[in-house]
């Protein structure tokens, strides 16, 4: 567990609260220190302030991001939908909004860790595109396509049944774990950056289909 | 085609008037050619005739003269004659023939007539005339005037002529004499008639001539009126624009100054006015600005220790089971106080939020009854602790409203736990309901009720009905004010209707599509059972 914040207290408090829960965890308090540290450290989980000296949380999350899959989540102490977004576009997972519950965090953490082991069918087509769940691969006609385990959990959660729309609070429960509605806007970002890296054209959406004023769902073609 | 032109000619109507009800040049240009061309043809008129009457009176005392010349001349070749002759014919064709002659050339013509009975026709009275020569010409008042007198008399009259190639009938003047026949004594009239071609000749080219000068003159009026309202009209219609574009938002338009006439100075104060607004204008903006940034940061300065402190707050309260009663008791209390305060800033802060202008909408399709049934879901275990049942009574169909899910959420879920607050045990009914324009939500308890003008006082910030009441469920007293904010954010109404001891409703109005106006609520804000109380 890599966590990033500026605030020394907070840091060591979550560090004390991660221990309970059985988590390791290692600290940096400047943002141009977190990717050295991230290097080194391998951590399974990134826990990134948004606000950060040296550099900004937005530029680390999106340059972790640009070299590995790992859960990111958010700390912020904002809730504008704008901030929320851009952190959630630059590649965060999830985000947890200043002050939270220590259940609250490890929750969401644990949401992220947890591999989603269902049982089903090993390979899942929809459209061009061909999803091998246990080897947590996805190729579009042959190709590779590159996705970060939430992205890969929520394309299984649509794909293992096409002929089923996902409301957007079934999604949340489902892929990120959260048992009460939460925040619909994490599902909308997401659904955006499955859509730019499967979709031959994310404009006109083949594989991750909205459904007006209810949800999701898996292209037409299905499974085959 | 025709039914082309019938489309096309309202169309082009309709433009036309838009054109004439908006340009004042226009206006302006066409009322002055109207009045000048009224007063431009009174005076033309009025000097026509004044040219005609001189050129009339000149020609006819010239005819006069003539004729008087003629008769002398006549009279004396009369008198020449010797006595001896006696045939009157012969004497009367003999006056008459030099008088015909010399009317040939000087461009006139006679008739010569006997005297008769009073209303014989010229024809009968053995008329001796020139040729070609119509003797309708000669009219039948001055025909009668020499039945009676024998003094010189003339008119005016219209000379027709008779017979092939004849020229075309002109009006003219008929001077009638008397002259006498020596040979017998009796006398003959003759009739002079003089054609006024010159004078009419004249009076068209004085018309042509004042015809022409009056349509200069009009043009040049409304060249000159155009030419005039433009000076005016172009700053003022400048003037608008910049007034459009500075209404639009773009506040550094001005007016461009020249000179120091009257559209300048106006120019001048429409610029000061605008540098004005544009000031006080900035001032607000910076001024929510700086509010936005404070609450902004202190949002972050006071959650992130807070979050340590919560997470110091649990670890103690986790670990609470090995400390003496004292300390427990302290973790315990800790925890409690630090969840009141988390409310408190969560909400103080969206308030802030709200004052500083800085909240905005997140607009999705949202059925109200999910979100509804997703409170009532939530707050169940609030219910049971207050040993009170939230019933939901919604359609089958959808209540779908262009909404920010978070905040109606918010809204709803503080109106339900304001219920169970204030429900006093009793069932609290959430009644929900939509048509095409908008969509409702009612809350309704049969608790302690609101006083009369309390109503409008549950939304003001930390108002309570009692202070003495004790507080149960930790609201924060800003729940409401935060819930009138978000519905007002939408656009739609929040009200409340209540009695003392009959309970309240909240009902909240919010329209189908965002930004549309809301004219009526689907739901009535009294209750149908407390209005049955009333009649």
Redesign the interface.
């Known amino acids: 567990m890599l966590v990033v914040d500026d605030d020394a207290s907070l840091s060591e408090m979550l560090s004390i609260v991660l221990r309970q829960e059985g988590f390791d965890s290692y600290v940096v308090e400047r943002g141009d220190e977190a990717m050295e540290a991230f290097h080194s450290y391998r951590p399974d989980v990134v826990l990134l302030d948004l606000m950060l000296p040296g550099k900004d949380g937005i530029d680390v999350c999106k340059e972790i991001r640009a070299e590995s899959g790992v859960p990111i989540v958010m700390l912020t102490a904002k809730t504008d939908t704008v901030d929320v977004v851009l952190g959630l576009e630059s590649g965060a997972d999830d985000y947890v909004v200043k002050p939270f519950k220590p259940k609250e965090l490890v929750a969401r953490i644990r949401a992220r860790v947890r591999r989603n082991e269902a049982p089903g069918a090993a390979t899942l087509t929809v459209g061009p595109l061909s999803i091998d769940v246990a080897g947590h691969a996805v190729t579009r006609d042959g190709h590779p396509v590159s996705l970060t385990p939430l992205e890969f959990d929520l394309l299984v959660c649509l794909a293992r049944k096409p002929w089923q729309v996902f409301t957007r609070e079934v999604l949340l429960e489902q892929v990120w774990g959260y048992r009460h509605s939460a925040d619909t806007r994490l599902v909308n970002v997401h659904v955006q950056r499955l859509r730019s890296k499967v979709e031959s054209d994310p404009e006109n959406p083949e594989i991750v289909l909205t459904v007006r004023g209810v949800g999701y769902k898996a292209g037409s073609s299905g499974q085959q | 085609m025709s039914q082309l032109v019938e489309q096309t000619v309202p169309e082009v109507l309709r433009r036309g008037l838009t054109f004439w009800r908006r340009s004042i040049q226009a206006r302006v240009v066409v009322s002055t050619v109207l009045l000048s061309a009224i007063v431009v043809t009174a005076v033309g008129w009025f000097l026509l005739r004044q040219v005609e009457q001189g050129l009339v009176d000149r020609r006819v005392d010239a005819v006069l003269t003539e004729v008087a010349n003629e008769n002398d001349q006549a009279s004396a070749r009369l008198n020449a004659v010797p006595g001896t002759d006696t045939n009157a014919t012969t004497q009367a064709n003999e006056l008459l023939a030099p008088i015909d002659a010399s009317g040939q050339i000087r461009g006139f013509t006679v008739v010569m007539a006997r005297t008769a009975a009073p209303g014989t026709p010229l024809t009968d009275r053995g008329p001796e005339y020139s040729a070609q020569l119509d003797l309708a010409s000669v009219p039948d008042s001055l025909i009668r005037h020499f039945d009676s007198s024998r003094k010189e008399a003339w008119t005016y009259t219209t000379i027709r002529y008779a017979g092939k190639r004849a020229p075309a009938p002109t009006p003219g003047i008929v001077v009638g004499s008397t002259v006498r026949i020596p040979a017998d004594g009796s006398s003959r009239t003759l009739y002079y008639l003089f054609p006024l071609d010159d004078v009419q000749d004249t009076l068209s080219l004085v018309t042509r001539a004042l015809l022409t000068a009056g349509i200069l003159l009009l043009l040049l009026i409304a060249a000159l009126t155009w030419l005039l309202t433009r000076q005016i009209v172009t700053p003022i219609r400048l003037a608008r624009r910049v007034a459009e574009r500075l209404a639009a938002g773009q506040l550094q338009e001005r007016l461009r100054v020249s000179g120091e006439d009257d559209l300048a100075r106006l120019a001048t104060s429409f610029n000061q006015m605008a540098t004005n607004l544009q000031r006080q204008i900035r001032q607000l903006e910076e001024l929510s600005r700086v509010q936005r940034r404070f609450v902004?940061d202190v949002?972050?300065e006071l959650?992130?220790?807070?979050?340590?402190?919560?997470?110091?707050g649990?670890?103690l309260h986790?670990a609470r089971e090995g400390f003496d009663p004292q300390t427990r008791r302290s973790a315990e209390l800790l925890q409690r106080e630090l969840d009141r305060f988390?409310t408190l800033?969560i909400d103080l802060l969206e308030i802030s939020r709200f004052d500083a202008g800085?909240a905005?909408l997140?607009l999705?399709?949202v059925?109200l009854t999910d979100v509804v049934r997703?409170v009532v879901d939530?707050t169940r275990s609030l219910a049971d602790q207050r040993s009170t049942r939230v019933v939901v009574d919604a359609p089958t169909t959808?209540c779908?409203a262009e909404a920010d899910?978070?905040r109606v959420?918010r809204i709803v879920r503080n109106l339900v736990t304001n219920a169970i607050d204030h429900a006093e045990s009793k069932e609290i009914l959430v009644t929900v309901a939509a048509d095409d324009q908008a969509a409702a939500i009612a809350v309704r308890d049969h608790g302690v009720g609101l006083a009369t003008g309390e109503s409008a006082m549950v939304f003001n910030r930390f108002w309570r009905a009692d202070p003495a009441r004790a507080r149960t469920s930790g609201g924060t007293g800003l729940g409401l004010a935060i819930s009138l904010e978000d519905t007002h954010l939408h656009g739609g109404w929040l009200q409340a209707w209540g009695r003392p001891a009959e309970g309240a409703q909240f009902r909240l109005t919010l329209p189908r599509h965002a930004g549309q106006p809301l004219r009526h609520s689907p739901l009535p804000l009294v209750p149908d059972d407390a209005a049955e109380v009333v009649a």
């Not at chain 2, 959650?303 to 110091?312: H, I, M």
Request: glycine content about 0%.
């Open positions: 902004s949002s972050h959650r992130t220790p807070l979050t340590t402190v919560r997470l110091a649990s670890v986790e988390e800033l800085a905005v997140d999705d399709d059925n997703r939530n959808p779908v899910v978070r959420e």
